[in-house]
């Protein structure tokens, strides 16, 4: 079974500093791990993912993601935060196997002015 | 390019009324398909997912069913709703055979009274 955490529920930082949101997986074999974010009463928007190959991805709007193995985590990571981030970011993670995706909870991110 | 379209967007809904869903794919051909439910703006519950015409698996014993009757169209369906059946339904996409990220439609919010 495959599974996705993610520790916070909330997370709030000042526009300009840097934004991280945590996740942790588990899956039997290889990971395919993604990171979407979603906007009041909107749909899922993809941001990246990790399949193979080099452990920091970057994605769209800014945002990046480092893979980390021997931790099974997939941190999503902003260097310099907008107000305009403020949203809810989901994890998910599937295996070789599977063609389900599993969600983490989400978290909510806000970014102040 | 490649768009999904969801309706209706809103809909309020009796008890023990019927529900039909429609999701739509344009610019492909076989998609899996797919469809989830978010409750109180939280996490997924994958309800149902489909590799190809009249092929349906579901995820969880309950009140919905899911039929597609065409290779681009996947529609979630209810004979006699329930007030528990309350959320926000999302649509989903992917290439057959891709690695594996998943596309949204904008969701259907469902109300049950």
């Known amino acids: 079974a495959q599974s996705v955490a993610q520790p916070e529920d909330q997370v709030n930082v000042a526009e300009g500093n840097p934004l991280t949101v945590k996740c942790t997986y588990s899956v039997s074999g290889n990971p395919y791990l993604f990171w979407y974010v979603q906007y009041p009463n909107r749909g899922l928007q993809f941001l990246l993912k990790?399949?193979?190959?080099?452990?920091l991805v970057k994605g769209s709007y800014g945002f990046e993601a480092e893979f980390n193995k021997s931790q099974t985590s997939f941190h999503l990571k902003k260097p310099s935060a907008l107000v305009s981030d403020s949203a809810l970011y989901f994890c998910a993670v599937r295996d070789n196997y599977d063609y389900k995706l599993s969600f983490g909870a989400g978290t909510t991110v806000t970014v102040r002015a | 390019s490649q768009t999904i379209h969801q309706w209706p967007a809103t809909l309020v809904q009796p008890v023990g009324s019927p529900l039909s869903l429609e999701c739509t794919v344009e610019g492909t051909s076989n998609p899996n398909l797919y469809w989830y439910r978010q409750a109180a703006g939280r996490g997924l519950q994958l309800l149902f997912y489909s590799v190809g015409i009249g092929q349906i698996s579901s995820e969880v014993p309950q009140n919905l069913s899911a039929s597609r009757p065409q290779d681009r169209q996947f529609i979630l369906s209810s004979k006699k709703l329930l007030l528990s059946d309350s959320g926000f339904y999302l649509c989903?996409?992917?290439?057959?055979?891709?690695?594996?990220?998943?596309?949204f439609g904008e969701g259907s919010r469902l109300t049950v009274l």
């Open positions: 989903a996409w992917r290439i057959s055979g891709n690695t594996g990220e998943l596309f």
């Open positions: 990790y399949i193979t190959g080099d452990n």
